[in-house]
Structure formats: structure tokens, C-alpha cells
């Protein structure tokens, strides 16, 4: 790690004049940064560490939507009563997120600040058409937050605050496991609303998370997994790797989307 | 250099630490705390779970700083008053759930967290729940015994050593 | 009714109580006063030539102490193979200079160039971002098949990349030629064994320091035996004679054979320490460990199996090429030879067998022992051989292997590959696993699979290994560069408590409790009177250290030798005490009695008047009660057994899951039952790792794509059942003391062909008849899409 100075914000305006400084970093819950600055991948001069501003944390029900804190940890929307009853889905989701280590510590802002195209909470979030809202006021629509690998609509030093998730009628996510990493090597997450699917993959693709229109048609005509046979995704601009080809993931979509579906009853 | 204060095993505690001072870093360089073991820079191999407010952590992966006033407790503070083994660290020895040793106390301080959440875990449950702790020595079935054995001990009953 | 101390009792380990509160200490928790931190850099490409180097920014940054490269160590000796095979043309082997760094040429990813000491290890991270460093880049051969072709050359020394070829049993080869030409049917398998990283949790690590007063120097460092160590270092390395060298193994945190070895890094921070007058310390990330620590197995083989009409075996052909890595790592070269072709008979009765191996240079990481070492391959290529013979012959592949078996008694079993079988009952470990895995039930398992869209699969193997390692004149014969014999020291202290002094090395098998075992039920007292110290040459006789499963078959034997002694000249002692004969004196639960009468002595006077001689046989025997021995052991030990397993596919993912495992092994003697069954716990867990998990893999560029963690999938509690293990049908082995054959490595031996045949057995009705491990998803899905297409 290089050397940095660390700042302890205790609210969100200070966090704001902190991120003014252009080689500072937010710190949230560390699963991701701290690994990447092991590794001397960055070199913020400053870490402004967000884990002191209450603001930004904590899960509450806002105009029939899940209102979820940036810096609200994985187990704690896992272990939500509100979100087990409203989206279990998405509890279901931040339960199988790396271990509880990484639970106890890593948070929603993070993971979606970070954008990995294996996460697993870039898939709900695009799949529930959640919407971002962040500390220049900006309220972001999850269709236009994600714009591909690593990358995402957020301007220079501005901070997620939190996240409003639409409730579904109903909704799954199926993760399948890189077995190394445990994360997503494909993972899908469906959820049916009146009158509209969608259909969220991570992991799979090289341009990020991203929607699939075809199961989403199939779906919103006919909520079943046998829906959506004859409904392939293409190998084209799939990732391919060690743990596997374009195709592999291609086909694990569609077989991780007729899980979802089943498990979303 | 700036200074940190915590808990540490019901002691306070301080030091002077770095900003990119790790909390694994500064038990093991600043307290001398070496029962807690670093096994990886990918923060995936739990060898250094402590516990930080009573849940558990890798503390690899997080910076001292960021425990200011924490309550920490570590594989050092887990034995009984009198300096006996715990519950869980006994049921370690009963069933034979360490070799090495060096995955062992990240093990247990993983398993104390389960078990303060859940009393009654299926095999399953422990399985899955040390999905953060890589043990290389065992194979888990005599850590998984282990715990299980634990979880029944705090739970008032007797369990069979083999 | 177990016994409850002694051998035979499942004693608990009383190393636990330290490793539990956090009171172990392992190497880099050794911290000496004035201590300076070593950062290697690495090389990042995995061929090339150093252009050029610069080293002085580096040299003049903030708490930076000194700053060396290869030219810093002329003089200094490269780091020394322990093993020279012949090739079949009687000429050594190839043996390149493996230089402690970079000597102008970089031969793989991790290849150390530049090291940097200084006051903190962030300091040296730093520093080594001011060297300026140019590689004129090569292209890599990482490829065996490609090594072999020449092209690309990583050693001068060989142009052919080729270490050795080797041919055993020389003089069969035209024999089992003709065999397999006129056989009914001859099997023929392609595999792969994949390579693999240890991966000890405990990531390598030496602290060096130098007493500039008594011109010594001590180095704490990560091994299995530091007497080993010492030897090499001194002689070969660093010549400093071993009496001003003293290396420490102290609590070390899993091997597996990765810390058999002696390594550059270890050798240049005892160097270092006297050079900067200030103790070293360097400890391996995980990132280093993965493209420094000697990785494992990595052959690629060709086998061929000929049988006559009732499916008897007749002859087997197999040629191999063996993965040397980069260099050779100090015991690579006996891997895929004596280890492995010596092996190639396995539980069976093969009249005749041929094998051609040729090692070849390749720009990876140094390929040496892994848990097995040799003897997973050999094992895997047979069992997967005969599985598919059985499915081409049509006959029951249990049945099959039992018609082949050596029998019981046929022992001593000579073998065509050199080796001589003691003792041993295959029937027996193979019946009693196929009832405890109630393979009866198995039709209804799978049609219950099935009924859930899985496809289930029985899968069995035998083993055997050759452990216990080794007859120090047969190896030497074979091209060791060493003895394999091993030491003990037993010394009864005035008050009648133990020490033993061993030079087998405990890095989690439970020396401490097991030896102690021993000894307390040979002298008749209690454990807790009996220590058990290991691991420092400054302590300890002699030793050779643990690996191939022989701290208690050889180990074990020296310790039992000392005791013998000491018995014998306590006996003496209790004689004169109680004016008998010595004939007449018989020594029981710790009592010596004269025979017939009641006149007895306790061990405790016995032993104290060895140390207070007043009332004394003076003349016959020396005050005093501590014995050494050295016990070369007449033969390798053979355990055996028989492994069946049952797997679950997931035809839509590819995905394999292990339903059950049960282990029958024939361990000979068991002492602790409780650390022998943790034994095979852990190495199945390794074995089931290399069949549908771990791979370590490279580009063609030479870079290492499963560098961590992230990319190389180690197996987690959730992806392993609880085992069934078995040791009750045992043949003790018949020629040391114990008559224990070795428990160590047995398990990662026969779990990973038991696998992949259960897997196969899964697909076969999909026309599936083979993947190459390890069975990853991904692979077992195309390989049912192949089948169908
Ligand atoms: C072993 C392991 C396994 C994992 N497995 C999974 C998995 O299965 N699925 C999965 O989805 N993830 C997984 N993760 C990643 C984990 O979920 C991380 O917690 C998450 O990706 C990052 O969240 P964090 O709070 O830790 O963020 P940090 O690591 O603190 O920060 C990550 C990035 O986000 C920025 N950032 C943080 N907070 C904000 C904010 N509020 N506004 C703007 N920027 C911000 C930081 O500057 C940084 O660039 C795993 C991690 C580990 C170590
Ligand atoms: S050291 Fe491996 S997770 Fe912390
Ligand atoms: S006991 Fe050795 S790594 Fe777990």
C-alpha cells in the first residue's frame, strides 16, 4: 500500500468537502479497496472513510419503496425483517455475497460505486429498476447508472447516499459461483411487476451488468420457466476466461434465469 | 503518524499507526497479538478473523484507524477466566478440528460469530458459513465436528468425543 | 474398548492448547531486536533477458539498508539439487545452476532479480519502485509438448529443454512391446495430471540473523527439515560449516512438501543478515507464495493397458513428460521417476511394465513433491486405465481390479518395477469399502438423483503408495544425494521425566502427542512426562525431516531404538540396584521386578541413580540415562486401500458435487487413531481439490492466470461431505519396530481418480469416457455437449 492520510468524517457534508480534493478516495466497507490498494492498484492521498456518517445508513420504507443507506452493510440487508417481507429476493442476494466477513463489513454503496461485472447487487438493482441517488442530489435511474465494466454515471468525488428499490410482485436471484472467487460467475435476477419483467445478468458480459430484453418479453407473456425456451443469449461480447468460454456463460444465463424464475414461484 | 485507541480483549489499548495501518498489522506488530494470522492478500482466506463491536471481521481488511473505540477481541481473549480453554476452543482439541494450527484461530473467532447468531446450526449451516475460512490441513470435517460439538455443549448437552 | 493412553488411544494433541490461545510461534512471529524487512522483486514476464539494472534510487531511498543483486553474490553457490537421475543412455541428468538471483536471464513469472532491505517492508515496496529495471523479453515456452521441440531454450545446458529421459524397466521394454502388440485388447488413456499449488496456509517466511561475536548465524525458516537445510545451505549455498549454523523450524503452518525444499530466499537472508550486521526478516504474500512456492504434479501421459480375453493384465506401457518448471527445485528430479515409475504396479499383478519419462524445462515455477509426490500420478493413470478397460471389456470394473490383485499370500511380492510389497490385503480394504459404501443402495441413490435431474455417479480406486522413506543404500543407488535415514536422542532427566529429541518435523501431523505415545507406553508412564522437541539442528542429533509419510515409520523407528537402549542399560542399572542378575530383571508398567521374587524398583530411582551413581555398576555401564539412535529403515512401507465415492452432476451447469466419500486404508499399526483419520481428512480434501478444483494455470505468454485466491479455487468446507474413514484392516508392516506403514499422503493418493471415475460413471451414458481434471464445471459441461454433438 502506499501511504495516504485518513480522514473520519462524522456527516455527509464533510464527507462532500472532503471528496473535493481529487486523489481522495471514499472508504466504505474495505472488501474491495483495501484488497486493490494491497495490490498498490491506486494511490488515493487521502481515504475519507464513510463508515462514521449515520446519514448514509440504514434501511426505510419510503412511498412503498425499500430505501436502503449507501453504507448500509450486506448482512444487515440480509438480516432485514423489512426486506426479507417486502424484497427476499434482495436478502436473499446480500446473504450469498462473499462470507459473512465480507457481509459484516462491505456495503451497498460500494459494491455499486465499484461496479465489478461479477457483483452480485448490480443484478438487483438494474433488475428492480432501483433508483441511485447520490450526494449531488442527483436521483439516477439504474438503466442509465451502469455504463459498462468498473464504470458507472457517478461524477468526480460524488458519493451514493442510498438506494430506493421498487417492491415486485415477485423476484429470484440465482447466482452461479466462480469457484474461486465465489462470485458471480453468471448470476440473474428476474422480478415480475404488474405488468412488466425484467430480467437482470452479471457476470457474464464484458460490458458490465446489463438487461436481457428477449427473456424479458418472453417473460411478461408468460411467467414461466418454459417461457423461455428457445430464448438464447448470444456468446458475442461475453466474457471468457479461466473459469469460462463466452458460450459457458451465455448458456448459464439462460439456465440461471429459468431457475429464477422457478424459485420466484 | 497518528494515534489510535481501542479495546483489545477487554484491555485498552493505543498506538501510533499509519493511515494504510492495517488492524491485523498493528495486533501483530503494535500489541504483539500474534495469535491472529495473515494467509492471504486477496482477503479471502480468514486465517485473520477477530471480532470488532462483536462481529467478526477479517482484519486484513480493515484499517486500524477505522477501529477507534472499537471493542476488539481476539483469538487471545477466547479462553475462560481462569486461562482454561472456551467452549469452543475445547471442542477444537475434543475433536481434533486443527493441525497446523494456523488457520485455527480465525476458525474459531468465525465460529463464535455463528454461534452468537445461531444456536442450533446444521452441518450445512457451519459449511456454509466458513466460506471465508480456508483451511488447508483438515479437510473440515473434524472443524465442522467441532463446532457442531460446541454449539450442543453451549446448548447444555453432552456430546461423544468421536 | 479404545484405549485410553498409549499407543492404540486416540490421545488429544497436546500442541492444540498453544495453537488455540494464539501462543503458537510461527516464523514471522519471530521478531529480533534491530530487525530489518527483505522485499523481493520479482520478475513480472517469464522469459527475457535483463538489459539493464539500476539499483541506485532504490539504494538511496528512505529506510532503505542495502540493496543487492546476482552481482552483489558472486562466489556464492546456486541453489543445489538433492537428487540425479540417470538418462537412459547413462548420462546425468541436465542440471542448469539455479542462481539465489536473477543472474542475467529471467526463466519464469516470480523469478527473484532484485532484493531490498530495509527498516519497514512498506519501505522496501517502496524502493523497489526506483529500480530501474529493463527485460528484453523472450518468447516463453510453457507448453511440455512445444518444450520438447527445442525452439525456444530456457538452459543453455539443454537444448532440447530436456532435464532427462529416462526409461524403466529398461529391460522389459521389448517384452512388453511384444505383449501389447499380440494382447486380445489393449486399453489406451491420454490424461493430464494437473498442476497444483500447495498452498500451506502458513505462506513461506525466514528471519536470518548473525552473531557477529561467536560467528554465528540462526535462521528461523519455514521447513519440514531444517537439518536438511542446513546442509544445503551451508555446504552447497553459503559455505558456513554446521556448527556456526543454526536453522529453527519452529511452529510451521502446514507443508504438504512445499517446505521440503531449500529456497534462494531463505539462503539469502542468512547471507544478508551478517552483510547489513542487523536480523532479516522476509515473510512470502500470498501473491509471492503462488509464483515462488514449488508447485505440484503437472504430467502428461500416455497409457497403455494390454489384457487377454478374462480381462488379465499383461503388460503396461506408459511415457510421461514431467514438468520440471524453470529450474530444478531440490528433490524434482525423483518425482516422476523412483516415486513414481516404481509405483506403476500398484495393488495389481501386471507381469510386465515399461514407463518413459522425460523431464523437460518449462518457464513456470519449479515443479517438486506434493502430498503424494509421484505416486497420485502413477495411481491416477492406473485407475483411470482400468476403469476404462472395464467399461471396454465389459466387465464389472470392482471385479475387474479383484481378479488382478495381488493376493494375500503372495507377499513378499516382488514387483517388475524393482519395488518388494511386505505385506498387504487389497480384498479386504475393497470389501470393506464397498460395505460401508453401501454400494447395494446405489441404484436407488441414483434413480432418486435422476428423479431431480442429476446424473449420479460410483466411483472407486485403490491405491498404493511406497512410504517411509528411505532405505538409505537403495536411494543412493537410485541417485539421492542423501541418506534417508532418521535420528532420535531419548534423554530420561534425573527425575525420570522424558525429552525426545527428533529430527522428524511437525507442521501439523501431531508429533508431539503420537511420539509421546510411544514412549509412554514402551517406558509405562504417563504421556504428560514424555516432551517431544523438533525442529532445531542446534537441539537435535540429526534428522531428515517429514515428508512421504515417514515421521512415524522411520522417525518413529529411531525414537523406539533410543528407548530399546534405554532400557537395556536401565535394566543394568536396577540389576545392580537390586543385587540380581541382569538376565533376571523384567521391566513392565514403568517397574522393574527380578523375576520370581517380589524385589521391584521404580522407574524414578532407577533414573535418578543413573544420575547420582553412588551405589553404581560403574565398571560396566556410564552415569547417565540418554540414548541416540539412527534407524535406516530395510524397505519403503506400503499402505494401501480401496476409495469409493458417489458424485452428483448437474447436467444443464457442468457442476460436480460430492455426495459421499469413503476411505478403507491399510495403515499397518495405528498409534492415534484420532490424528489418522484427520490424516486422510485432510488429504482427501487435497485430492477431491485436484479433481474439481484446483488448476493452476499459464498463458502462452507465460503468465500465471490462477495467481491467487481469486482465480485458484481452493476447496471450502461447503464443497466437501463428511468422510467415512476405515483403518481396521490392517497388515502391519512387517520390518520396523511399530509395524506402521505411514498414513500421511494416502488420502490425496486415491481420492482423485476415485473421483473422476465417478463422474465419468455419471456421464457415460451421455458417451462421456473421459475429462481431464480438474472436473470444473465449465469442463464437464463441454464435455457433455461434445457427447451429444
Ligand atoms: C472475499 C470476498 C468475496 C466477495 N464476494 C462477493 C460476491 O460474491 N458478490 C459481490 O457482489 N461482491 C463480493 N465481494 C465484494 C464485496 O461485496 C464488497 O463489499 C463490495 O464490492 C464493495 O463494497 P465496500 O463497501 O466494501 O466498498 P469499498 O471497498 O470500501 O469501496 C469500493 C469502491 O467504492 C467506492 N465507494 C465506496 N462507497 C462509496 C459511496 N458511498 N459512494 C461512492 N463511492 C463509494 C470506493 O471509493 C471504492 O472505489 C467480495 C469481496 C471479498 C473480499
Ligand atoms: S489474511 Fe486472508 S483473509 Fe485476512
Ligand atoms: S489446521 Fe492447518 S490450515 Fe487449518
Redesign the pocket.
Known amino acids: 500500500m502506499y501511504a495516504f492520510d485518513y480522514a473520519r468524517p462524522a456527516s455527509l457534508a464533510e464527507a462532500i468537502e472532503a471528496m473535493k480534493d481529487e486523489d481522495a ?11 486493490t490498494l494491497k495490490q498498490r492498484l491506486a494511490s488515493p492521498t487521502t481515504l475519507v472513510d ?1 463508515n462514521g456518517i449515520a446519514e ?1 445508513k440504514g434501511i426505510c420504507l419510503k412511498d412503498g419503496m425499500v430505501a436502503i443507506g ?2 448500509t452493510r ?1 448482512a444487515e440487508v440480509a438480516d432485514s425483517a423489512d426486506v426479507q417481507r417486502l424484497i427476499p429476493a434482495l436478502a436473499h442476494l446480500a446473504a ?4 459473512p466477513q ?1 457481509r459484516n ?3 451497498l ?3 455499486l ?2 461496479n ?1 461485472p ?4 448490480p443484478a438487483a438493482v438494474l433488475g428492480l429498476g432501483a433508483t441511485v441517488h447520490t ?1 449531488a442530489g442527483r436521483a439516477i435511474a439504474a438503466d442509465d447508472y451502469f455504463q459498462g465494466m468498473f464504470e458507472t454515471a ?1 461524477g468526480e468525488g ?4 442510498s438506494v430506493d428499490f421498487p417492491v415486485p410482485e415477485k423476484a429470484a436471484y440465482m ?1 452461479f459461483v466462480q469457484p474461486a ?4 460467475l453468471t448470476g440473474v435476477f428476474v422480478a415480475k411487476f404488474l405488468g412488466a419483467v425484467r430480467v437482470a445478468v452479471t457476470g457474464a458480459s464484458e460490458s458490465g451488468v446489463f438487461r436481457w430484453p428477449e427473456a424479458e418479453k418472453a417473460l411478461s407473456a408468460n411467467f414461466s420457466a418454459g417461457a423461455l425456451d428457445g430464448v438464447a443469449l448470444g456468446a458475442d461480447g461475453m466474457i471468457g476466461d479461466l473459469h469460462g468460454t463466452p458460450e459457458y456463460r451465455a448458456h448459464l444465463a439462460g439456465v440461471m434465469a429459468r431457475r429464477a424464475v422457478t424459485a420466484a414461484g | 503518524m497518528t494515534k489510535v485507541s481501542m479495546t483489545v480483549n477487554g484491555k485498552a489499548v493505543s498506538g501510533d499507526v499509519e493511515g494504510r495501518t492495517l488492524l491485523v498489522q498493528f495486533l501483530r506488530e503494535g500489541l504483539g497479538l500474534t495469535g491472529t494470522h495473515v494467509g492471504c492478500d ?3 482466506c480468514g486465517a485473520c478473523v477477530v471480532h470488532v463491536n462483536g462481529e467478526s471481521v477479517k482484519a486484513c ?1 480493515i484499517f486500524a484507524l477505522g477501529c477507534e473505540g472499537a471493542e476488539v477481541r481476539t483469538i487471545e481473549g477466547m479462553a475462560n477466566a481462569d486461562g482454561s480453554l472456551g467452549v469452543i476452543q475445547a471442542a477444537f482439541q475434543e475433536h481434533h478440528g486443527l493441525q497446523c494450527g494456523f488457520c485455527t484461530p480465525g476458525m474459531v473467532m468465525s465460529a463464535a460469530d455463528l454461534l452468537s447468531r445461531n444456536q442450533n446450526p446444521t452441518e450445512r449451516d457451519v459449511r456454509e458459513w466458513l466460506e ?1 475460512n480456508i483451511c488447508r490441513c483438515t479437510g473440515y470435517h473434524n472443524i465442522v465436528k467441532s463446532i457442531m460439538a460446541a454449539a450442543a455443549t453451549l446448548r447444555g448437552e453432552q456430546v461423544a468425543a468421536e | 474398548m479404545p484405549k485410553d493412553h498409549g499407543i492404540g488411544a486416540s490421545s488429544k494433541r497436546r500442541e492444540d492448547v498453544r495453537f488455540l490461545t494464539g501462543k503458537g510461534q510461527y516464523t514471522d512471529d519471530i521478531n529480533r531486536p534491530g530487525q530489518a524487512f527483505c522485499y523481493f522483486l520479482r520478475s513480472n514476464v517469464a522469459h527475457g533477458t535483463i538489459t539493464s539494472l539500476d539499483v541506485s534510487a532504490a539504494r538511496d531511498a528512505k529506510g532503505v539498508v542495502g540493496v543487492f543483486t546476482s552481482k552483489d553474490l558472486e562466489g556464492l553457490g546456486g541453489i543445489p539439487c538433492g537428487w540425479e537421475v540417470t538418462d537412459k543412455d547413462g548420462a546425468p541428468m541436465k542440471e542448469p545452476k539455479h542462481p539465489i538471483l536473477a543472474e542475467g536471464k529471467v526463466r519464469h513469472v516470480g523469478d527473484p532479480i532484485v532484493a531490498i532491505i530495509a527498516d519497514s517492508l512498506a519501505a522496501g515496496r517502496d524502493a523497489a519502485e526506483l529500480v530501474e529495471l529493463e527485460i528484453d523479453e523472450l518468447p516463453a515456452v510453457v507448453d511440455m509438448r512445444e518444450a520438447i521441440k527445442g525452439g525456444t531454450v530456457l538452459h543453455d545446458v539443454a537444448p532440447d529443454n530436456i532435464c532427462y529421459d529416462w526409461e524403466f524397466v529398461a529391460e522389459n521394454k521389448a517384452a512388453v512391446d511384444e505383449a501389447i502388440r499380440n494382447a486380445h485388447h489393449v486399453t489406451t488413456l491420454e490424461l493430464v495430471n494437473n498442476r497444483l499449488v500447495p498452498n500451506a496456509m502458513e505462506p513461506r517466511a525466514a528471519v536470518g540473523e548473525y552473531d557477529a561475536g561467536r560467528d554465528e548465524y540462526t535462521l528461523w525458516t519455514t521447513s519440514q527439515n531444517p537439518h536438511v537445510i542446513r546442509l544445503l545451505m551451508g555446504a552447497f549455498v553459503l559455505s558456513i560449516p554446521e556448527h556456526k549454523l543454526r536453522v529453527v523450524a519452529p511452529d510451521v503452518g502446514g507443508g504438504f512438501g512445499s517446505k521440503i525444499y531449500h529456497y534462494a530466499e531463505e539462503a539469502f537472508i542468512t547471507w544478508v543478515s551478517k552483510r547489513v550486521g542487523r536480523p532479516v526478516k522476509w515473510n512470502a504474500d500470498r501473491s509471492e507464495a503462488f509464483m515462488s512456492d514449488a508447485h505440484g504434479r503437472d504430467h502428461v501421459t500416455k497409457v497403455e493397458l494390454a489384457m487377454d480375453q478374462e480381462g488379465n493384465f499383461l503388460a503396461l506401457r506408459s511415457s510421461t513428460l514431467a514438468n520440471m518448471g524453470a529450474y530444478l527445485s531440490t528433490f524434482a528430479p525423483c518425482i516422476p521417476t523412483w516415486l513414481h515409475g516404481t509405483l506403476l504396479a500398484g495393488n495389481y499383478k501386471t507381469p510386465l511394465i515399461f514407463t518413459n519419462v522425460k523431464a523437460v524445462f518449462t518457464n513456470t515455477v519449479p515443479v517438486d513433491a506434493y502430498r503424494g509426490a509421484g505416486r497420485p500420478e502413477a495411481t491416477y493413470q492406473l485407475e483411470r486405465t482400468i476403469d476404462k478397460a472395464a467399461r471396454e471389456m465389459g466387465i464389472d470394473p470392482v471385479e475387474l481390479r479383484r481378479r488382478n490383485f495381488v493376493k494375500p499370500d503372495q507377499y513378499p511380492y516382488q514387483t517388475p518395477v524393482a519395488v518388494i510389497y511386505d505385506t498387504g490385503n487389497y480384498d479386504a480394504t475393497l470389501d470393506k469399502a464397498l460395505e460401508l459404501a453401501d454400494v447395494r443402495g446405489f441404484a436407488e441413490r441414483k434413480a432418486d438423483s435422476a428423479a431431480r435431474g442429476k446424473l449420479r455417479g460410483l466411483g472407486i480406486a485403490n491405491y498404493i503408495e511406497a512410504c517411509g522413506i528411505a532405505p538409505s543404500s537403495l536411494v543412493g543407488a537410485l541417485g539421492a544425494r542423501a541418506g534417508l535415514y532418521e535420528a532420535a536422542t531419548v534423554r530420561v532427566n534425573p527425575t525420570g521425566n522424558v525429552s525426545v529429541f527428533t529430527g522428524s518435523h511437525s507442521h501439523g501431523q501431531g508429533h508431539e502427542t503420537t511420539f509421546a505415545q510411544v514412549v509412554a507406553d514402551m517406558l509405562g508412564c504417563e504421556e504428560a512426562n514424555v516432551d517431544i522437541v523438533h525442529g532445531d539442528t542446534s537441539r537435535i542429533p540429526f534428522g531428515m525431516g517429514t515428508y512421504g509419510s515417514r515421521s512415524l515409520a522411520v522417525g518413529g523407528s529411531a525414537i523406539v531404538k533410543s528407548v530399546e537402549k534405554i532400557i537395556t542399560k536401565a535394566k543394568k542399572i536396577a540389576a545392580h540396584l537390586l543385587e540380581a542378575s541382569e538376565a533376571d530383571i523384567t521391566f513392565a508398567n514403568g517397574q522393574f521386578t527380578v523375576a520370581g521374587t517380589d524385589k521391584a524398583i521404580d522407574w524414578g530411582s532407577v533414573a535418578l541413580t543413573a544420575y547420582v551413581p553412588h551405589k553404581y555398576p560403574i565398571d560396566d555401564v556410564e552415569p547417565g540415562l540418554e540414548e541416540t539412535s539412527f534407524y535406516d529403515p530395510a524397505n519403503f512401507t506400503y499402505p494401501a486401500g480401496t476409495y469409493v465415492c458417489e458424485v452428483e452432476v448437474d447436467p444443464d451447469t457442468g457442476v460436480v458435487e460430492v455426495q459421499s466419500f469413503v476411505a478403507a486404508d491399510d495403515f499397518g499399526n495405528v498409534v492415534n487413531p484420532m490424528i489418522v483419520e484427520g490424516q486422510v481428512h485432510g488429504g482427501l480434501a487435497q485430492g477431491i481439490g485436484q479433481a474439481i478444483l484446483e488448476g493452476c494455470s499459464y498463458d502462452e505468454n507465460g503468465q500465471l492466470l490462477s495467481a491467487s485466491y481469486m482465480d485458484y479455487a481452493m476447496p471450502r468446507a461447503a464443497d466437501l461431505p463428511m468422510f467415512v474413514v476405515d483403518h481396521s484392516c490392517n497388515t502391519p508392516c512387517t520390518h520396523n519396530p511399530l509395524g506402521v506403514k505411514g498414513c500421511g499422503e494416502a488420502g490425496a493418493i486415491g481420492s482423485p481418480p476415485a473421483i473422476v471415475n465417478a463422474v465419468i460413471d455419471a456421464l457415460s451414458a451421455h458417451g462421456v469416457t473421459h475429462i481431464d481434471m480438474p472436473l470444473t464445471p465449465r469442463r464437464v459441461w463441454e464435455a457433455i455437449r461434445a457427447a451429444r454433438n
Do not use: M, W
Open positions: 478516495k471514499a472508504l466504505a466497507g474495505g472488501q474491495t479497496l483495501i484488497p464513510l448514509i449507501a453504507g450486506h450469498h455475497i462473499g462470507d465480507v463489513r462491505g456495503t454503496g460500494g459494491s460505486a465499484n465489478d461479477s457483483a452480485c447487487y450526494s457517478l460524488e458519493l451514493i447516499t447466482k472467487s465465489r462470485f458471480a | 486477496t482477503s479471502q481488511t471465508g
